[in-house]
């Protein structure tokens, strides 16, 4: 992050906002484990409801559906009303959508539960993301952009975990994972409620719940690559919390839900690891490093998934998670250059928007053609997309420092 301007760190330069730092960062982690905390139990539902891979398929998209919907009605909202009314309003859509989950024995309190944290996710996203970027100590410079690129992939990663570990061992099996999560939440929502405010509210609440969705001119040639980026590695997420569980089961011989959250943390954690790496490089360097390697794991993820060999599908997917964590932060930071304080929430409404309409229209349309190619064809399929992509931003990614010249 050495080329992102001061000003986005200069809220935080007195150390007064820290608290507000590790409270937003803590806060968009725990929003997140309770958003991974519902993949592990995907194979429950399928063997103990008869829930379909087109079913599970539906609650991804539900999720995704209602978080792109918060994106475009609230994504500013936390410009007017401030950031910690936002979050903790945020939080509490997720605390309602765990409490809605304790109960699933059909696919539309699955969905309806679904619906309620995307919400949630879709506000938090925002206001959270914008709250850490206000609140960041100005040194190290690139940890803005990594804690908010990459607290969501970290928050994800552990919810799956601790949701496959609380299901294989613990009691309650369909239930403890949410009642932790929602004791998170609502921790969460107590340091948010007792951090100091970074955004000053203003009139225009209402005003800005008209969708509308805005792009800083220096930032426009910049977003095709970005959205490339975006779009192959969150059409990946989706497709592993959709797909990945009967996979897992189905074409790698095991039911355990510990090894399923694994496997999902495996593409999640590694994105963590990967994003300070891209720090070393320019913008469009790393975005392009980032893209090869997730499209050398997404070639070791088709063939494991081919010969049926779990250590090879985890190793590779490993691999393509690093390479996400590089290129999403680095398109983030890109993003982000030079941004004004008041740019901030649009850039990642923008941002978000673009993220979650590659998890939904991929799924939404991947769940329809499950009932007609097997789960390896469909995986082709998002293999020949990281492929795409891959090409897209080794050829046209380019540097934030030279599109601002161009502008100017």
């Given at each position: 992050m050495q080329n992102v301007t001061p000003a986005i760190n200069r809220a935080g330069r007195g150390g007064t906002f820290r608290?507000?730092?590790?409270?937003?960062?803590?806060?968009?982690?725990?929003a997140f484990v309770a958003v991974g905390s519902t993949i592990p139990l995907f194979n429950i539902y399928r063997a103990e409801e008869g829930f379909s891979n087109a079913d599970i398929s539906m609650t991804v998209v539900a999720y995704s559906a209602a978080t792109l919907t918060t994106l475009l009605v609230m994504g500013r909202l936390s410009n007017y009303l401030g950031r910690r009314p936002t979050s903790i309003a945020s939080l509490g859509l997720l605390v309602l959508g765990c409490l809605l989950l304790l109960n699933v024995h059909d696919i539309g309190t699955l969905i309806a539960g679904r619906l309620l944290m995307g919400l949630g996710a879709g506000l938090a996203s925002t206001s959270l993301t914008s709250y850490i970027v206000d609140a960041?100590?100005?040194?190290?410079?690139w940890l803005a952009s990594v804690a908010s690129s990459q607290t969501v992939m970290f928050g994800l990663a552990v919810g799956a975990i601790a949701s496959?570990?609380?299901?294989?061992?613990?009691?309650?099996?369909?239930?403890l994972i949410y009642l932790v999560a929602a004791g998170l939440l609502l921790l969460s929502a107590v340091l948010i409620a007792i951090s100091p405010e970074t955004e000053t509210p203003s009139p225009g609440a209402w005003r800005s719940l008209r969708p509308h969705?805005?792009?800083?001119?220096?930032?426009?040639?910049?977003?095709?690559?970005?959205?490339?980026?975006?779009?192959?590695?969150?059409?990946?997420?989706?497709?592993?919390?959709?797909?990945?569980p009967a996979l897992v089961e189905d074409q790698l011989h095991t039911r355990s839900?510990?090894?399923?959250?694994?496997?999902?943390?495996?593409?999640?954690?590694?994105?963590?690891?990967?994003?300070?790496?891209?720090?070393?490089?320019r913008s469009a360097a790393a975005q392009r490093i980032g893209m090869i390697i997730f499209l050398a794991g997404w070639i070791g993820i088709i063939t494991a998934i081919a010969t049926g060999t779990l250590a090879l599908f985890v190793a590779a997917t490993?691999?393509?998670?690093?390479?996400?964590?590089?290129?999403?932060?680095?398109?983030?930071?890109?993003?982000?250059?030079?941004?004004?304080?008041?740019?901030?929430?649009?850039?990642f409404s923008v941002v978000y928007l673009i993220c979650y309409s590659a998890a939904t229209?991929?799924?939404?349309?991947?769940?329809?053609?499950?009932?007609?190619?097997?789960?390896?064809?469909?995986?082709?399929?998002?293999?020949?997309?990281?492929?795409?992509?891959?090409?897209?931003?080794?050829?046209?990614?380019?540097?934030?420092?030279?599109?601002?010249?161009?502008?100017?």
């Open positions: 608290p507000a730092f590790l409270s937003a960062v803590t806060s968009l982690a725990a960041a100590p100005a040194r190290p410079a496959g570990a609380l299901v294989q061992f613990g009691p309650w099996p369909r239930e969705v805005r792009v800083p001119a220096r930032a426009r040639r910049l977003l095709p690559v970005a959205a490339a980026v975006f779009l192959a590695t969150w059409a990946t997420g989706a497709f592993y919390q959709a797909f990945v839900p510990l090894v399923l959250g694994l496997v999902f943390a495996a593409y999640m954690a590694p994105s963590a690891l990967g994003a300070p790496l891209e720090g070393r490089f490993v691999v393509a998670g690093g390479g996400q964590g590089i290129g999403l932060s680095a398109a983030t930071r890109g993003l982000l250059y030079g941004s004004a304080l008041a740019d901030r929430a649009p850039i229209f991929p799924s939404l349309i991947s769940g329809r053609l499950s009932n007609t190619f097997s789960l390896p064809q469909i995986a082709l399929g998002y293999g020949a997309l990281a492929l795409l992509a891959a090409l897209f931003t080794v050829v046209a990614a380019r540097d934030p420092r030279a599109e601002t010249t161009a502008g100017r």
